[in-house]
């Protein structure tokens, strides 16, 4: 947290600021502040000067004084190479991998982001028929199949399971993905690394030595939970692949899954050190870690958003019908082909990760090049050091980009013309500066893993999320099977989100479920 004097003092405070008072310790205090406030500031600053392509700063808890950047501007900076604008080292901070993740190579040489973003994409129509029979085994398991009663079930932590069970059917199969226990501590060492990381990050630096010992005990203790589960499994499929490389006569199909792929990495990397079996159930972890909550986050939000429509609407019953129509030509399974038809479902997944994203401000990068970065129009210069961010619930919930923006409309992105484009929307230019007069719509439709720079779901430029496809997938057939298969109850209002610092995360509540008569 800078609160002291300097250039970088001085810089700051060149610049609108938000959330700082004039008072002693007037940094410090607004950095406390920024626990419950954040939210408000951003939205201030955001419609004060975000729209006349002004940057703003407000202090944070966790991450210091922070630089957010004008929708117009997002593009260039954030397509600037990682010498000048950095993610790795931003990243690594932002979950403290120096404390929450025991062996600093698998923070340092992630290939594991590789698998993902790569053979996991490419292997899509593969993995989807797994993904689909473990959804279909986990809402039979944690919803019921009980047609007469209603069954109450806390939204949240059902999606964690459910999504857990699936994405690990891809990560790693049988039978890990079926073992209860070891779902519960994907959850738990996920929540553990992510939260030990926001508390490290807001203790003042000269302490965090201390908090960062006391988390790193926690994950350290979460990992062995999870070894005990994991180490014999990786060991088998490490002596199986190194056996069947060896001998030919060895009759044994490599699986393909995830585990397998990552093990090829490892294989690939010619470094005999990334095929320790410890190491390698630290990459798989490390994949959940990623994945797992950020998906069951978005399930769970799709889920209430849908049951808190008008249930005169008929949007319910729109999306049953779409999922109908499309597994009945697919011949009864689902694949990679009809997953891709579900038109309205997608649209429905993007509308609802629009309205909830995962932080009021966020993608965080860190300005590292000696000589700084410019923007242009008005002409800034930003030093080294200086750390930037997107204020993605402001953008997402903006009039000017987005009619309605406030209202949840599931078919929003099935619609050309329902978004601006604010790179040419007059909505967005400071003084002086040219733009269409009044709104530019795109006649384009979206598909939620598709980026721009008004939709920021899955992050933006050549570092967005690399299993975006994977999760809009997933969780394509999460709903389909929901829809297909069960009821929700109607609820009367859609439960708030807990906003702290710049997270946004849900309350676990109940809601009533029973399965729809006829299914199987």
């Known amino acids: 947290m800078l609160i002291g004097t300097g250039s970088d003092t001085i810089f700051l405070n060149s610049l609108p600021v938000i959330g700082v008072r004039n008072e002693w310790f007037a940094w410090a205090r607004a950095a406390l502040r920024s626990y419950y406030d954040t939210k408000d500031w951003v939205f201030a600053g955001y419609f004060k000067y975000s729209k006349q392509n002004q940057p703003f700063v407000i202090p944070s808890l966790d991450r210091g004084p922070m630089i957010v950047i004008p929708p117009r501007q997002i593009k260039n900076l954030y397509d600037l190479p990682e010498s000048v604008l950095d993610i790795h080292a931003t990243q690594n901070v932002t979950i403290q991998t120096r404390w929450t993740i025991k062996d600093q190579e698998v923070a340092d040489n992630d290939f594991q982001i590789s698998v993902v973003r790569h053979q996991i994409t490419r292997n899509l129509a593969t993995l989807t028929p797994v993904i689909a029979t473990e ?97 014999p499994f990786v060991q088998e499929r490490l002596d199986n692949t190194a056996r069947f490389k060896a001998d030919s006569s060895f009759q044994w199909t490599p699986p393909e899954d995830g585990l397998q792929w990552l093990i090829d990495e490892c294989y690939a990397s010619g470094d005999a050190r990334q095929l320790d079996p410890e190491r390698v159930s630290f990459r798989l972890l490390f994949v959940n870690d990623i994945s797992l909550h950020s998906t069951a986050y978005t399930a769970h939000n799709v889920i209430l958003d849908l049951w808190t429509t008008d249930p005169s609407s008929g949007v319910v019953e729109a999306l049953r019908e779409e999922c109908e129509r499309v597994f009945r030509q697919a011949g009864g399974s689902w694949t990679r082909e009809a997953v891709s038809k579900l038109n309205l479902v997608d649209s429905a997944v993007r509308e609802s990760m629009r309205l909830a994203p995962f932080a009021t401000v966020g993608l965080p990068r860190k300005v590292v090049h000696p000589d700084g970065v410019m923007l242009k129009s008005p002409e800034l210069h930003i030093p080294q050091g200086s750390m930037l961010a997107i204020p993605i619930e402001a953008i997402h919930q903006d009039d000017d980009v987005y009619p309605e923006a406030r209202r949840f409309d599931p078919f929003r992105f099935t619609k050309p013309g329902g978004v601006v484009d604010i790179f040419s929307s007059a909505n967005f230019t400071a003084k002086g500066e040219k733009g269409v007069i009044g709104p530019a719509r795109d006649p384009h439709t979206r598909s939620a893993a598709t980026l721009d720079n008004a939709f920021l779901g899955f992050g933006f430029g050549k570092h967005a999320c690399p299993g975006r496809f994977f999760a809009l997938n997933e969780l394509k057939i999460f709903m389909a099977h929901l829809l297909l298969n069960y009821d929700v109850e109607y609820m009367a209002s859609r439960p708030p989100l807990t906003n702290r610092i710049w997270l946004k995360y849900p309350q676990d509540v109940p809601v009533r479920v029973k399965r729809r008569v006829g299914q199987s």
Not at 161 to 183: D, E, H, T, V
């Open 135 to 231: 959804l279909k085994l986990g809402f039979e398991r944690w919803w019921g199949l009980d047609t007469t009663h209603w069954k109450e079930v806390k939204i949240w932590d059902s999606c964690l399971k459910l999504i857990a069970g699936a994405s690990n059917g891809a990560f790693c199969g049988q039978p890990l993905c079926r073992n209860a226990r070891f779902l519960d501590i994907l959850r738990d060492h996920g929540i553990t690394v992510f939260a030990g990381a926001l508390f490290i990050n807001s203790t003042p630096k000269p302490f965090r030595s201390i908090s960062g010992k006391i988390i790193s005990m926690s994950c350290n203790y979460q990992f062995k939970r999870a070894l005990k589960l994991v180490l």
